[in-house]
């Protein structure tokens, strides 16, 4: 698999409102819709910088506290991010668009051709929803972190030692890292501030990942400040 090209840094553009006009709408443009804060947006923007398409892929950032009634009517009916307006059409589901933007598009590919690692990958893709459900499932909950929370990270920490050609969930650097990446990265900050729970402790695959990915331009380019992550999802739990 290609090397993560080094990306220069990009201007981002701000976030559209109820306020804001709408895009010229299926005028050949490629537009992935987004929201900076959204996990799931964070997917499609990592696949998107990691195959170097940051001048065929625009970047439209929608504000979700305050989006422009255009986005639903004119573009999107589901109203939610992310979504990619491509060929005249537009797509959803952020695993699906993380696919399609490797298959459609030139740039480093996020799928091995290893079979064994492509299935491997599919496991693990389709584990993320299962996941994600038992980590945001403890971050209300009150008391100690859940022995089913301890479950879901050892199962992903004992994923790494599958293949043994790098630090990532398949070796090299995926698709499937960039499913989990924005996930982790929020349940990393939440659980040490509020449950007081590092989620690498006794996890040195897990550790070594998460250092490894920082290193990642594509990646580290889509983050935002932890502090405000915490506090939207505090928000969120309504947890002082």
């Known amino acids: 698999m290609a090397a993560a090209p080094t990306l220069s840094m990009e201007a981002l553009p701000p976030s559209l409102t109820s306020a804001s006009e709408p895009p010229a709408i299926f005028d050949g443009t490629t537009r992935l819709y987004i ?3 959204c996990p799931y947006a964070q997917r499609t923007w990592i696949a998107r910088n990691y195959k170097g398409l940051q001048e065929k892929i625009d970047l439209v950032p929608i504000d979700l506290q305050n989006r422009p009634a255009w986005y639903k009517e004119k573009i999107y009916p589901a109203n939610k991010v992310p ?19 490797d298959s459609h598009f030139e740039g480093p590919a996020l799928m091995p051709d290893d079979p064994a690692k492509q299935q491997f990958a599919e496991e693990l893709l389709l584990y993320s929803d299962s ?3 038992v980590m945001y499932k403890a971050m209300p909950a009150q008391g100690d972190v859940s022995d089913q929370v301890d479950v879901a990270l050892n199962k992903i920490e004992d994923a790494f030692s599958k293949f043994n050609d790098g630090p990532f969930l398949l070796g090299q650097f995926s698709l499937v890292d960039i499913a989990y990446a924005p996930f982790i990265e929020r349940f990393q900050t939440f659980f040490l501030d509020v449950k007081n729970y590092d989620i690498t402790k006794g996890r040195p695959n897990l550790s070594s990942w998460i250092e490894e990915l920082n290193k990642i331009d594509a990646y580290s ?3 935002i400040d932890p502090q405000e992550l915490l506090a939207a999802t505090k928000k969120r739990f309504g947890i002082a």
Do not use: P
């Not at 979504?83 to 959803?92: A, F, K, M, Q």
């Not at 952020?94 to 696919?99: E, N, P």
């Open 35 to 37: 929201a900076y804060i």
């Open 83 to 101: 979504s990619l307006e491509h060929n005249n059409e537009v797509r959803g589901e952020s695993l699906d668009l993380v696919k399609y933007i």
């Open 131 to 133: 996941f994600n459900m």
């Open 221 to 223: 380019q889509t983050r």
